[in-house]
């Protein structure tokens, strides 16, 4: 087995070069670490100077396709895409990689520790409202367990899943609801969601990122996860928890200017569950 991992950064300051150092650290001599610096305006990444590092430049890609892109652009069995403001335990890799690997695995998370309380942990998400912001388990099992979302900031997937999902929606812009979209879409595709304890790193959560977020597109990424995947009498719910955000009537227009439909049919031919099954299966009762 070969492991790459995928660092996105933009504009992460000091936080880039201490993640790329945390991970020479902890991971085996031979992985491969692919960094995509996607329209940095801090110079953070001009000084990342390492043999088992290589850096890619984009602009302004966001979250989902800078990831896509680095992963094309490595080579390992397993991919682990992480952002560039974590710090991690000694082998946490190795439990991600090897459940990776296992039949059905889809994507698979650690524990993950804020930097700033460092005894407090979430276990992956899950959607309790129909305004579709992740909600962290804070306590679940000691073992590894199925979850209805794993977090993006430290996901592993094998490349054989990522070729056969398409990896992250490249309609999802900037950031926000991108793991949400890709957990549900995982589930409904047949692969399973993975939180495994044992594994832990740190990640620091922040008010705001450190580059401009339009509010209209977490608005849009939310619905378009909706429009994708839901029934309509769940998609109309989503709309109406939405429909008070001042961004929603904006974010609405750019759903209707993108590819959702023909997403949509595209995923319907391939998907083997619904999102009843989903629903039932997590107990989710909105």
């Given at each position: 087995?070969?492991?790459?991992?995928?660092?996105?950064?933009?504009?992460?300051?000091?936080?880039?070069?201490?993640?790329?150092?945390?991970?020479?650290?902890?991971?085996?001599?031979?992985?491969?670490?692919?960094?995509?610096?996607?329209?940095?305006?801090?110079?953070?990444?001009?000084?990342?100077?390492?043999?088992?590092?290589?850096?890619?430049?984009?602009?302004?890609?966001?979250?989902?396709?800078?990831?896509?892109?680095?992963?094309?652009?490595?080579?390992?069995?397993?991919?682990?895409?992480?952002?560039?403001?974590?710090?991690?335990?000694?082998?946490?890799?190795?439990?991600?990689?090897?459940?990776?690997?296992?039949?059905?695995?889809?994507?698979?998370?650690?524990?993950?520790?804020?930097?700033?309380?460092?005894?407090?942990?979430?276990?992956?998400?899950?959607?309790?409202?129909?305004?579709?912001?992740?909600?962290?388990?804070?306590?679940?099992?000691?073992?590894?367990?199925?979850?209805?979302?794993?977090?993006?900031?430290?996901?592993?997937?094998?490349?054989?899943?990522?070729?056969?999902?398409?990896?992250?929606?490249?309609?999802?812009?900037?950031?926000?609801?991108?793991?949400?979209?890709?957990?549900?879409?995982?589930?409904?595709?047949g692969f399973e969601n993975w939180v495994v304890p044992e594994s832990k790193v740190w990640h620091l959560f922040r008010a705001a990122a450190p580059f401009p977020v339009r509010r209209p597109e977490v608005i849009h990424n939310r619905l378009r996860l909706a429009y994708?995947?839901?029934?309509?009498?769940?998609?109309?719910?989503?709309?109406?928890?939405?429909?008070?955000?001042?961004a929603f009537e904006q974010a609405e227009r750019l759903a209707a200017g993108s590819d959702w439909p023909m997403r949509q049919k595209q995923l319907l031919a391939t998907r083997v569950?619904?999102?009843?099954?989903?629903?039932?299966?997590?107990?989710?009762?909105?």
């Amino acid at each position: 087995m070969k492991l790459s991992v995928v660092v996105i950064s933009r504009n992460e300051g000091p936080w880039l070069r201490r993640t790329i150092d945390g991970l020479i650290a902890t991971l085996p001599p031979d992985c491969e670490i692919v960094v995509v610096d996607d329209g940095s305006e801090d110079a953070s990444a001009d000084s990342l100077n390492c043999d088992r590092l290589r850096l890619i430049r984009s602009l302004g890609l966001g979250v989902a396709r800078a990831r896509n892109l680095g992963a094309l652009e490595s080579t390992g069995d397993v991919i682990v895409f992480a952002d560039a403001h974590l710090c991690f335990q000694p082998c946490w890799w190795q439990a991600l990689a090897e459940r990776a690997l296992r039949p059905g695995a889809g994507g698979v998370a650690p524990a993950v520790g804020d930097i700033d309380h460092p005894d407090r942990f979430g276990y992956g998400f899950t959607l309790d409202a129909p305004d579709l912001v992740p909600q962290w388990f804070q306590r679940y099992e000691d073992v590894p367990f199925q979850a209805p979302i794993v977090p993006g900031c430290c996901l592993a997937m094998s490349r054989a899943v990522f070729s056969r999902t398409g990896g992250f929606d490249p309609g999802l812009k900037s950031r926000g609801g991108i793991d949400a979209e890709t957990g549900v879409r995982f589930w409904l595709q047949g692969f399973e969601n993975w939180v495994v304890p044992e594994s832990k790193v740190w990640h620091l959560f922040r008010a705001a990122a450190p580059f401009p977020v339009r509010r209209p597109e977490v608005i849009h990424n939310r619905l378009r996860l909706a429009y994708l995947h839901f029934s309509p009498q769940r998609i109309e719910t989503v709309r109406q928890a939405l429909a008070e955000d001042p961004a929603f009537e904006q974010a609405e227009r750019l759903a209707a200017g993108s590819d959702w439909p023909m997403r949509q049919k595209q995923l319907l031919a391939t998907r083997v569950h619904d999102d009843r099954w989903f629903f039932q299966k997590f107990g989710i009762s909105w």
